[in-house]
């Protein structure tokens, strides 16, 4: 069955950067898009960006355009999300997630677990 | 990139039904592709409980159905249940010249 383990959160202060990792596993991982969403604590789902197959497509929230960047290694099943200029506002559980075939939509399997991002001096 | 409006809250009583309403803003909600709903019980992920307007993954209870009218789509919980009670996210997503996804802001279901 898919399975997805974020790694890398922590406690970081603003304007540090991090880098969140998204081990995949129990599917063909190259041929499918991916997402990451984040929640922070005690408000709704948001999403963060989405990666196709191949790592050519990329596109981002209008909160994170310029500061996060999303990538993939193919080769080890992982899915990367670097974080830049961090604000007390990235604050949040991020959750990665499988999309559709190639590029495009959540597929609805179930998401990983989530890392915590704490940015605070 | 325009959110979708949902009640805070919803509530009822263990066997009534309740819908909760989702709402695009009338000058984006026709680049809208399709509608999921999600539910989060505390503490846990999101579990796909809807997609495509109307459609039950499998393992979930027909109790769930989903529709759409006009601009807003519904997610209706028939026969409600105490292990219902969970935050519940209405889901879109836009293509053409750029591609982004959208939530609702979520809606607590309170089974009483």
């Known amino acids: 069955q898919v399975q997805l383990v974020e790694s890398g959160g922590g406690v970081v202060q603003p304007g540090r950067s991090l880098r969140l990792s998204c081990a995949a596993s129990g599917f063909t991982f190259n041929i499918y898009s991916m997402h990451w969403v984040r929640q922070a604590p005690g408000k709704g789902l948001e999403w963060v960006a989405v990666?196709?197959?191949?790592?050519?497509?990329?596109y981002y929230a209008d909160s994170v355009k310029g500061r996060f960047t999303i990538s993939r290694d193919n080769s080890k099943n992982t899915l990367h999300l670097q974080m830049n200029s961090l604000r007390s506002e990235d604050t949040a559980v991020y959750y990665c997630?499988?999309?559709?075939?190639?590029?495009?939509?959540?597929?609805?399997?179930?998401w990983g677990q989530g890392t915590l991002v704490t940015v605070s001096s | 990139q325009s959110a979708l409006t949902q009640p805070p809250s919803v509530s009822g009583s263990p066997g009534q039904s309740v819908t909760i309403s989702c709402t695009g803003t009338s000058s984006d909600v026709n680049s809208y592709k399709s509608f999921s709903w999600y539910q989060q019980p505390p503490g846990s992920a999101p579990k796909l409980m809807i997609y495509e307007i109307s459609n039950r993954p499998s393992g979930v209870p027909d109790r769930f159905s989903g529709s759409k009218s006009g601009n807003t789509a519904s997610l209706t919980i028939s026969g409600l249940q105490a292990e219902d009670e969970a935050d519940y996210y209405c889901?879109?997503?836009?293509?053409?010249?750029?591609?982004?996804?959208?939530f609702g802001g979520g809606t607590k279901l309170t089974v009483l």
């Open positions: 997630a499988r999309g559709i075939l190639y590029f495009g939509e959540l597929d609805g399997n179930p």
């Open positions: 990666i196709s197959y191949d790592g050519y497509n990329k």
């Open positions: 889901s879109s997503y836009t293509t053409g010249s750029t591609f982004y996804v959208v």
